[in-house]
């Protein structure tokens, strides 16, 4: 199955989307493929390209002035929606850094071919509230989860949101996205496979 197949399959699922609609779409997606450590988008940067996952990791951090450390904010993993949404939609450049954690492939647009595809058609534009939707709510959750859930129910949403992230990103990374330190990840995970 080609990149765009799998696109359009996903695209349907999501919004219901017909494929004759989806085919305005075809000749404007591009595959791009990261190494680890290549940015998605950079610091102070407008992101230009809504992607999707096809393959791989990606996180969105910020650094912390005072303490210069990488702060992780979201992970994107295979058949996620990847950008710096309001940087997207505003054009206005991005408060943080989106970097592939390891060897992965995009399959993305150009935010002025999806603005033309809003005009074109209500079902891209009924894409464009769903995403909006999911970011929204994607931002209050993460928001919600460091303000009233413990860091073990964060871990536990963190794996039913990208089940395989505990095998291709490191430690620290998770901690870092949790809120919490190493040794505190460690006993996190140690009770949870004791239960």
Same mark, same amino acid.
């Given at each position: 199955?080609?990149?765009?197949?799998?696109? &359009?399959?996903?695209?349907?699922?999501?919004?219901?989307?017909? +494929?004759?609609?989806?085919?305005?779409?075809?000749?404007?997606?591009? /595959?791009?493929?990261?190494?680890?450590?290549?940015?998605?988008?950079?610091? @102070?940067? /407008?992101? &230009?390209?809504?992607?999707?996952?096809? %393959?791989?990791? *990606?996180?969105?951090?910020?650094? %912390? =002035? =005072?303490?210069?450390?990488?702060? $992780?904010?979201?992970?994107?993993?295979? $058949?996620?929606? /990847?950008?710096?949404?309001? +940087?997207?939609? $505003?054009?206005? !450049?991005?408060? #943080?850094?989106?970097? +592939?954690?390891?060897?992965?492939?995009?399959?993305?647009?150009?935010? %002025? &071919?999806?603005?033309?595809?809003?005009?074109?058609?209500?079902?891209?534009?009924? *894409?464009?509230?769903?995403?909006?939707?999911?970011?929204?709510?994607?931002?209050?959750?993460?928001?919600?989860?460091?303000?009233? @859930?413990?860091?073990?129910?964060?871990?536990? %949403?963190?794996?039913?949101?990208? !089940?395989?992230?505990? $095998?291709?990103?490191?430690?620290?990374?998770?901690?870092? #996205?949790?809120?919490?330190?190493? !040794? +505190?990840?460690?006993?996190?995970? &140690?009770?949870?496979?004791?239960?």
């Amino acid at each position: 199955m080609t990149e765009v197949e799998l696109l &359009k399959d996903a695209l349907q699922i999501f919004t219901g989307m017909s +494929s004759e609609t989806f085919n305005l779409s075809e000749q404007y997606w591009q /595959v791009k493929t990261y190494k680890k450590g290549d940015f998605y988008n950079d610091y @102070q940067q /407008v992101c &230009k390209h809504l992607g999707f996952v096809i %393959d791989g990791v *990606f996180r969105t951090y910020y650094l %912390d =002035k =005072k303490s210069a450390d990488e702060k $992780n904010i979201f992970f994107y993993t295979n $058949n996620q929606i /990847v950008v710096s949404y309001a +940087s997207f939609i $505003n054009q206005i !450049p991005c408060h #943080y850094y989106t970097q +592939s954690m390891l060897a992965s492939k995009v399959i993305y647009i150009h935010f %002025d &071919k999806l603005t033309a595809l809003y005009r074109q058609s209500h079902e891209w534009e009924r *894409f464009g509230r769903l995403i909006a939707e999911q970011a929204s709510n994607l931002a209050l959750n993460r928001t919600e989860s460091l303000l009233f @859930q413990t860091p073990e129910q964060r871990y536990l %949403d963190l794996l039913t949101q990208h !089940p395989d992230i505990m $095998n291709t990103v490191p430690l620290y990374h998770i901690s870092s #996205y949790l809120g919490i330190q190493g !040794p +505190s990840l460690s006993r996190i995970r &140690k009770r949870i496979s004791e239960k």
